[in-house]
C-alpha cells in the first residue's frame, strides 16, 4: 500500500510540474509562433539589479518593430500583469537597423533581439517571478500580428545567457546631453514642412545611422538622410519635419529625441528644437 501511495504521489508531482508554466531556470519555455517565438532568459544580478530579458527569435527574412515602427508596422507591447512580487518591469529597446522595402522604410529587428529588462521587486527579500504577454508584429511582404505568452521564476545563480543579455544591454541606447554628444539640430527653411539639418560628432569611422522621434507617439517623423559637407569627425543629417500631429506648429518649440547609432556604442539625446 506504501508503494502505491508513493507511485500516486509522484506521478502527482510530475504531472502539476508539467502544468506548471514557471520554470525556475535562466530560461522560459519558447512560445511559439509560425514565424517567430518569444521566451525570458535571466542572468546574475549586477550592483544589485535583477537582470532578465524578452528574447525574440524570428525566421530567415522577416522582421519586428522598434518602439517607433517608421513608416509602417507597430511597436512591441510588453504586459507583465499576473507577475508576482514585481513592482515595475521597465522594458528597454536595443539600436535598432532600418529596412526599406514596398512600404517604405521601417525600424526594428531580424533574426533575434533580446530587450533587456530593469526590475523592481515589491519585497526585495523574495523571489520574482516574471510573466509576459508579448503582442507584436513580424513582417516579410505582408505584416502580421503575433502573440506570445511565458513565465520565468529569476534567481542569482550562474546563467547561460550572461553574455547574450550582456551584449543586449550594450547595445541599449545611453542617454547623454547635446553638448555631450556635440549635437545641433536647427530649421533651415520655413515652410510647412520646414528642413531640419542635424551636425553630430562622430569621431570614429564606419556607418552612423539616426532616428528620430517626437514627444510622444502621435508624431511620425521620417528618418534622416546623410548629407553632405561635414568636416572630419563630424557627420551631417537632414530631415523634414512631416508627420508632426494636427493643431502642433512646425515651427514651434518641442522637444525631439535623436538615437544616433554608430561609434564606441549607441546614444539617445533629447534637445529642444527652438
Known amino acids: ?21 514557471v520554470h525556475a531556470a535562466d ?9 517567430s517565438a518569444v521566451r525570458l532568459v535571466a542572468a546574475p544580478s549586477r550592483n544589485g539589479e535583477l537582470r532578465a530579458g524578452v528574447e525574440m527569435k524570428l525566421q530567415p527574412g522577416w522582421h519586428t518593430y522598434w518602439r517607433y515602427p517608421g513608416d509602417s508596422g507597430v511597436p512591441p507591447q510588453f504586459d507583465f ?33 533580446i530587450f533587456p529588462l530593469r526590475i523592481t521587486p515589491r519585497d526585495p527579500a523574495k523571489p520574482v517571478t516574471l510573466k509576459v504577454n508579448v503582442k507584436y508584429a513580424v513582417c516579410e511582404k ?7 505568452h511565458t513565465a520565468l521564476a529569476l534567481g542569482d545563480a550562474a546563467s547561460t545567457y550572461d553574455v547574450a543579455l ?15 554628444a556635440g549635437l545641433v539640430a536647427k530649421r533651415v527653411t520655413a515652410t510647412l514642412k520646414p528642413l531640419v539639418m542635424l551636425d553630430i560628432a562622430a569621431p ?21 538622410k546623410g ?41 539617445e539625446v533629447t534637445t529642444r528644437l527652438d
Open 227 to 267: 548629407a553632405l559637407g561635414a568636416p572630419p569627425g563630424r557627420r551631417h543629417f537632414e530631415f523634414e519635419l512631416d508627420g508632426v500631429p494636427p493643431g502642433v506648429d512646425p515651427m514651434g518649440p518641442f522637444e525631439l529625441t535623436f538615437t544616433v547609432v554608430g561609434g564606441e556604442r549607441p546614444i
Open 81 to 113: 500583469a499576473g507577475s508576482d512580487n514585481l513592482r515595475s518591469a521597465r522594458i528597454r529597446f536595443p539600436a535598432p537597423a532600418a529596412f526599406s522595402d514596398e512600404a517604405g522604410t521601417s525600424i526594428g529587428y531580424k533574426d533575434s533581439v
Open 142 to 148: 505582408l505584416c502580421v500580428p503575433a502573440e506570445g
Open 27 to 35: 530560461e522560459s519555455p519558447w512560445a511559439d509562433d509560425i514565424r
Open 1 to 21: 500500500m506504501n508503494d502505491i501511495r508513493e507511485s500516486l504521489a509522484t506521478g502527482t508531482a510530475i504531472f502539476l510540474a508539467l502544468l506548471s508554466p
Open 204 to 224: 570614429k569611422g564606419g556607418a552612423y545611422q539616426v532616428f528620430v522621434e517626437g514627444p510622444n507617439s502621435e508624431w511620425a517623423i521620417p528618418i534622416p
Open 166 to 180: 550582456s551584449a543586449a544591454e550594450a547595445q541599449v541606447p545611453i542617454p547623454v546631453s547635446a553638448q555631450d
